[in-house]
């Protein structure tokens, strides 16, 4: 090892004292690289874990355990005056036409007990799919329908390998007489697991086999539209007020402060707010979209806000003295020069403000979105839930079946989110400007 001495402000060092001394900080940085390495892959490895249970428990969802039957749509039963009319049909017993088309299958089943548990292979979702099918077709009554009918959830959760077929009969939900009945039916070619629209089309339901997510869908779609047509205005309006043409002062100061503060705010407490402000005070309707995109709003708007300034200040001063330079007025300096040239970036904060939004749960259950809501919203004022609510509605019931269709709304939800964030990142590669 070389010897010899360094100069520094006070003497000289020993050069051996030097080089262990690089030593000791080449070993701290690679230490500290090793670290950051470890902890990358650590949470990466933990949100593969997550993404393979949400998968895992979610892909048998979008399959459904479907009977295939006959049914003659009796006149007698539907529309005994053959007038047609809607409200007859409605108030039909498509119940009974169902469970006639089942025990034509088995037609040695006699006991009123056997029949009973025959019923029950079918879900109830059975007796509404057949109205509405009626009800939009009137002339069918008279005729014979071959239709797919969802099961009821115990048969596909058996159908799926989530009940043992082996365990002794007292310790299952499906009697050793129904699984007979079920393996005749599968020989037959009626009993199938087919993609499950079900899931994509219909509302919420109490029964897991005709539950479905779109009327969540459409209620976040309304909230997020009227959060999105309130907040991105008044978020950048604020903003370009702030940033171009506000006084430094201290009340300013003051509203800088509490923008940044709100930003940190737990989102349940602007739940709070818009159940005094908007419904206890406004006397706003309880579990619409309108409500709840005003609370939504207000807890996006400090994010849009803080996101569109930053945007503003990424401006070059040299383009706002070049156009006062030849005569615009500020305000047509802002609104003709500065704007355009920041408004991807601001678009891009708005789209990661709205994607929070979506994903929020706590203030809509303050202002009455977990309702069980059965129809699709047509409105801003109908009643409503939103996906976030639903997966947490989901996730309190008992039922086996709710746990696969939690986590493929879940898996819906995140496909949403990452679309949104992927959509800003995009926006924001394809206008940036560098200066």
Known sequence: METG?????????????????????????????????????????????????????????????????????????IDPEGTRDLDVLSGANYAAIVR??????FPDVESRRDRRALNALVGRGATYDLRATVMAVPDLVGETLTVWVPADDDVDM???????REAAEEGRRLSDQQLAWIDQLESRGR????????????????????????????????????????????????????????????FTDIIEVNINNLAAVPSIVFGLLGLAVFINFFGLPRSVPLVGGLVLTLMTLPTIIIASRA????????????????????????VLHVLPLAMPGMLTGAIIGMARALGETAPLLMIGMVAFIVDIPQGILDPATALPVQIFLWADSPERAFVERTSAATLVLLFFLIVMNALAV??????????
Do not use: C, H
């Open 5 to 77: 001495t360094f100069p520094t402000q006070g003497g000289r060092k020993p050069l051996g004292i030097i080089q262990a001394g690089l030593a000791k900080r080449k070993a701290a940085e690679t230490r500290f690289k090793t670290y950051g390495i470890v902890a990358i892959a650590a949470g990466l490895v933990f949100l593969a874990i997550l993404f393979i249970s949400i998968v895992g428990n979610a892909y048998t969802a979008f399959q459904q355990t479907q009977v295939k039957l006959d049914l003659y749509l009796d006149p007698d039963v």
């Open 100 to 105: 006639s088309g089942l025990q034509d299958q």
């Open 158 to 164: 058996l159908l799926k390998g989530n009940i043992d």
């Open 191 to 250: 009993l199938a697991k087919r993609f499950n629209a079900d899931f994509f089309t219909k509302g919420d339901s109490r029964e897991p086999e005709s539950a479905g997510i779109r009327g969540a869908v459409v209620g976040s779609f309304y909230t997020m539209l009227v959060t999105l047509l309130l907040s991105f205005p008044l978020g950048v309006a604020a903003a370009v007020y702030l940033e171009e043409f506000a006084p430094q002062n201290r």
């Open 311 to 334: 945007t503003l200040k990424a401006v070059p001063p040299s383009i706002r003295e070049a156009a006062l330079g030849v005569g615009a007025s500020q305000l047509q300096t802002v």
């Open 426 to 435: 995009v926006l924001r590669k394809r206008f940036e400007r560098r200066w």
